[in-house]
C-alpha cells in the first residue's frame, strides 16, 4: 500500500513526490534531519526532536519552514494517515533549491528550505529481539568531518560503518579516535557500565547531542545510579560489566561484545535492562 508524505505543503502518495534536481540537499547534502518514534501511534520526546532541529538549522544558517506547532500537526496527520501504530517519522529540511548548482550558499531569506517527511512502520519497536541477546560491535577510524553535533544528512561513511560490521559478522561499529578513544556509534551514543557507574562521552562538537541519551542520563540519575560523562578506551570498554547504545529506534540496546571480546558474562547485564524498561516505560507516558 502506498503511503502518504509530506513535500513542501503538500500531502502526497509516496509515488508522486518529488523534489527539484537542484535542491541542495540532494546535490550537496545540505541538509538536516531528524527521527521521531512512534509507540502506540503517539509521539516519542517530539519536543526534544524540534529543540535539536532548531540549533542544527541555526548552525548551518538555514531557516525553518514552518513553526514547530505546524511541525506537530504534519507528524500526527502522517501518522494518522499511514494507520502507524509503532514506527518513525522521518523528517528532513534541506536549504532548497537556488536555481542552479553553486557551492557558495543561497541567502536564506530568499530561498525559502525545502521540507520532506515519511513514516516508516515498525511493528513491534520496543520489543526487539536483540534488547535480550544484545549487539556485537567493532571499532573503525572515525573519519567524519569535525562538526558531528549537527545532525546533518551526510551520512555515507556511518553507512560504510554499517557495511564494515555487516562484513564482520557483527551489528554495529563505533566509532574511535587517537589511542583508542572511542566517539559514538554510527547511529547512537556509546555508553560503558563499570563498577554500577554509567559513563559516556561529554557533550562536545565531537558528538550527536542524543535526545534518547538526555533522557536516559536524566533518568539514570533519578534512579540515583553514578553517570560519568567523559571518554572512555575501547579496551576500558572491553573490560567494562556492560555496554549499551542509545538512539530514537533502537531506545537503549546492550552491546555483548567488542572487537571480539565478550563483556562481563556475554549477555545484557542488570543496569543496561533497567534502563531500558525505565525509558520505555517513561517515554509512553509522555508520549502525544
Known sequence: MSRTVYVNGEYLPEEEAKISVFDRGFLMADAVYEVTSVLGGKLIDFAGHAE??????????????????????????LVARNGIEDGLVYLQVTRGNPGDRDFAFPDPDKVK??????????????????????MKVISIPD???????????????PSIGKMMAKKAGCDDAWFVEDEGVVTEGTSNNAYIVKGGRIVTRQLSEDILHGITRA????????????????????????????????????????????DGVALGSGAPGPVTRRLREIYLEESRKAAI
Request: proline share 4%; net charge neutral.
Open 52 to 77: 535539536r532541529l532548531h540549533r542544527s538549522l541555526a548552525l548551518l544558517d538555514m531557516r525553518q519552514p514552518v513553526t514547530d506547532e505546524e511541525l506537530l500537526a504534519v507528524h500526527r496527520e
Open 215 to 258: 533522557a536516559i542520563l536524566r533518568f539514570a540519575r533519578e534512579a540515583q545510579m553514578v553517570v560519568e560523562e567523559r571518554a572512555f578506551t575501547v579496551a576500558e570498554a572491553q573490560a567494562a560489566d556492560e555496554a549499551f547504545v542509545t538512539s530514537a529506534s533502537a531506545f537503549v540496546m546492550p552491546v555483548v561484545e567488542i
Open 143 to 157: 573519519i567524519r568531518w569535525g562538526r558531528r553535533d549537527i545532525k546533518t544528512v551526510q551520512l555515507l561513511y
Open 113 to 134: 528550505a525545502g521540507i520532506v517527511l515519511f513514516t516508516q512502520s515498525k511493528p513491534g519497536l520496543a520489543d526487539n529481539p536483540a534488547a535480550k541477546t544484545g
